[in-house]
């Protein structure tokens, strides 16, 4: 799984998160604050497969111009039809903030679009 955001945003929720000042100037630095990502998105960012919460670890980050984009793993069941996904990363610091979740299955493509009013959504894939 891959998020793209926005690098100065990110710093920003994580000072908001933990008090401290973050900087993500490149991959090293981002990596070495794995422990802080995960739990800011251990609790902004919610994955239900066939009802059971997916856990998942960061294993990469990637510098692109102004945003980062992070790489999260986790195991998941062989086979699934369904998915929630709840994701209000940076919606408490914009409230007007949009999520965009793209999901290809066994070549099918299908997305939500998340908002503060309505931060969850639900694919059913057959």
């Known amino acids: 799984m891959k998020v793209k955001v926005f690098t100065d945003d990110l710093e920003d929720a994580l000072r908001n998160m933990h ?16 422990t802080y990502l995960e739990k800011y998105f251990a609790t902004h960012l919610k994955i239900k497969i066939n009802k059971k919460e997916l856990s998942y670890q960061l294993t990469g980050c990637e510098k692109f111009d102004d945003a980062v984009w992070l790489s999260f793993e986790g195991s998941s069941p062989q086979s699934w ?7 209000d990363f940076l919606v408490e610091l914009f409230p007007t903030q949009t999520n965009v979740i793209n999901l290809s299955v066994n070549g099918k493509k299908r997305f939500l679009r998340l908002t503060h009013k309505q931060p969850t959504g639900q694919l059913i894939f057959d």
């Open 81 to 87: 039809k369904e998915i929630s996904i709840t994701a």
């Open 19 to 34: 008090a401290q000042p973050f900087s993500l100037p490149d991959e090293k630095a981002c990596m070495a604050q794995k």
